[in-house]
T-cell receptor
Framework: DAGVTQSPTHLIKTRGQQVTLRCSPKSGHDTVSWYQQALGQGPQFIFQYYEEEERQRGNFPDRFSGHQFPNYSSELNVNALLLGDSALYLC?????????????FGPGTRLTVT | DAKTTQPNSMESNEEEPVHLPCNHSTISGTDYIHWYRQLPSQGPEYVIHGLTSNVNNRMASLAIAEDRKSSTLILHRATLRDAAVYYCILANYGQNFVFGPGTRLSVLP
C-alpha cells in the first residue's frame, strides 16, 4: 500500500515565478492538508481540502492556492514567489469521518527560491 | 488554538526508557492529544494519540494527567532510530494541527 507521495522532491525557482507542487494521498484517504516547514521550525498549516473544496485555511496569503481532484490528489500553487517561501512543503492525508484524526505525511517537496 | 509547551531538547542512552513531557494547561474538553515525530529528512509520522485515558501501542505509551493539563510520551527502550523531533499537538476532531518547535531527542549509543 503506497503511502502519501509528493512530487517533485526538490525544486529551485526564481523570485517572482510560480510553482505547482503535487500530492497523492494514501489509498482510501479523502482529505489532504498542506503544511509549510521552514528550516528548524515545526510545520505550519496552509490549508485543507475535502470533497474538492478548501475546508480550512491557515494564516497564509492568497498567493497560496490549491486544488483537489476527483481522485483526491491535490496541488499546491504558489504565485509571485518570495525568498521567504523557501521551505519544505508537506502534504498530509487523512480520512474524514473515521472518528480518529490521524494524518499521514509525505516526504515533502524542498522548494528553494533564489 | 490550544498551545503546548515542550523542552527544546532531551538526551537518552540507547535501550533506556525515555519520558518526553508536554504541558497543555489550556486544553479544552474535546481536544485530543496527538504525538508525532519527524526523523531527519522525512515528513512527520504518527506516534500515538489519546483523549483522557493512558494509551499504549507498539511504538510508545501515552500517559495523560488526571486534569489533562500535561502528558508524557514514553518510549520504553530507546533505539538510535528513535532520534527525531517529537511534537505534542492538541486538536479537536478534524481540526488542523498546530505544530510547535517540538523536542529534539538525541539517543546516545
Amino acid at each position: 500500500d503506497a503511502g502519501v507521495t509528493q512530487s517533485p522532491t526538490h525544486l529551485i525557482k526564481t523570485r517572482g515565478q510560480q510553482v505547482t507542487l503535487r500530492c497523492s494521498p494514501k489509498s482510501g484517504h479523502d482529505t489532504v492538508s498542506w503544511y509549510q516547514q521552514a528550516l528548524g521550525q515545526g510545520p505550519q498549516f496552509i490549508f485543507q481540502y475535502y470533497e474538492e473544496e478548501e475546508r480550512q485555511r491557515g494564516n497564509f496569503p492568497d498567493r497560496f492556492s490549491g486544488h483537489q481532484f476527483p481522485n483526491y490528489s491535490s496541488e499546491l500553487n504558489v504565485n509571485a514567489l518570495l525568498l521567504g517561501d523557501s521551505a519544505l512543503y508537506l502534504c498530509a492525508s487523512s480520512l474524514t469521518g473515521l472518528g480518529v484524526y490521524e494524518q499521514y505525511f509525505g516526504p515533502g517537496t524542498r522548494l528553494t527560491v533564489t | 488554538d490550544a498551545k503546548t509547551t515542550q523542552p527544546n531538547s532531551m538526551e537518552s542512552n540507547e535501550e533506556e526508557p525515555v519520558h518526553l513531557p508536554c504541558n497543555h494547561s489550556t486544553i479544552s474538553g474535546t481536544d485530543y492529544i496527538h504525538w508525532y515525530r519527524q526523523l531527519p529528512s522525512q515528513g512527520p509520522e504518527y506516534v500515538i494519540h489519546g483523549l483522557t485515558s493512558n494509551v499504549n501501542n507498539r511504538m510508545a505509551s501515552l500517559a495523560i494527567a488526571e486534569d489533562r493539563k500535561s502528558s508524557t510520551l514514553i518510549l520504553h527502550r530507546a533505539t538510535l532510530r528513535d532520534a527525531a523531533v517529537y511534537y505534542c499537538i492538541l486538536a479537536n476532531y478534524g481540526q488542523n494541527f498546530v505544530f510547535g518547535p517540538g523536542t529534539r531527542l538525541s539517543v546516545l549509543p
